[in-house]
Every structure is written in structure tokens, then in C-alpha cells.
């Protein structure tokens, strides 16, 4: 399994960023999948995630500012960014839990800058 994500970049506070992530060894190879981002000086958070039954969880930060979704036939999931703020400026990670065994497969990370 390799997760790699695309869709970085900088935008203006207000604006929209697409990050997509993609799942080498197939969408199903894991129980679920998440972003996580760490911002400057913070820890690795988690964003928000979805499991393969679709179902969703956000971060309490995100106040419905951003959607997690899932294209199963393109082994792909999605993080629609909206209402980006200054404070959402940071690298962030697909994440892959491991099905079978403890343990989580990460992506490289993606930098989103937001100018204030």
C-alpha cells in the first residue's frame, strides 16, 4: 500500500483548496482512511476521516468548512477545503489504517499555505 496525495498549495484566507489521496493497493486494503495535517508548532491532528461503509467524522476545528469523501473505483479519497483561514496552513497527510494488523500507512504529506 503507498498513499499518495496531491492538491496543495497556496491560496488567500476565504479560498478553496481540492486535496485528493490515492491508495496504491486498492481503497479496501484498509479499514479506513483520513487527512491529518500538522500545522507550525503543533502535533499531527487528525482532520477528518471515512470509513469504507462511507461513514464520516471531522475534527471539531473543521465547523463545517470541509468534506471528506471517497471514490472507491478510483481508489481516491477527497478533502474539500473551504472558508480556509490563516490557522489551516500547514502539511497535510493521507492516512491508511491497516486492516489486519496494528499500525497505519501514511502519505508524504502535501503543503497548504492560506495568506492572510
Known amino acids: 500500500v503507498q498513499l499518495q496525495a496531491f492538491g496543495g498549495g497556496l491560496v488567500q484566507a476565504g479560498g478553496s483548496l481540492m486535496l485528493s489521496c490515492v491508495n496504491s493497493?486498492?481503497?479496501?486494503?484498509?479499514?479506513?482512511m483520513a487527512w491529518y495535517r500538522q500545522t507550525p508548532g503543533n502535533e499531527r491532528e487528525l482532520v477528518a476521516r471515512?470509513?469504507?461503509?462511507?461513514?464520516?467524522n471531522y475534527a471539531s476545528f473543521v465547523k463545517g468548512r470541509f468534506t471528506i469523501s471517497r471514490d472507491n473505483a478510483k481508489n481516491t479519497i477527497f478533502l474539500a477545503m473551504d472558508s480556509l483561514n490563516f490557522e489551516d496552513t500547514g502539511v497535510y497527510y493521507c492516512?491508511?489504517?491497516?486492516?489486519?494488523?496494528?499500525?497505519?500507512?501514511w502519505g508524504q504529506g502535501t503543503q497548504v499555505t492560506v495568506s492572510s
Open positions: 492516512n491508511g489504517e491497516k486492516r489486519k494488523l496494528p499500525g497505519e500507512y
Open positions: 493497493g486498492g481503497i479496501f486494503s484498509v479499514n479506513a
Open positions: 471515512i470509513d469504507n461503509s462511507g461513514r464520516v
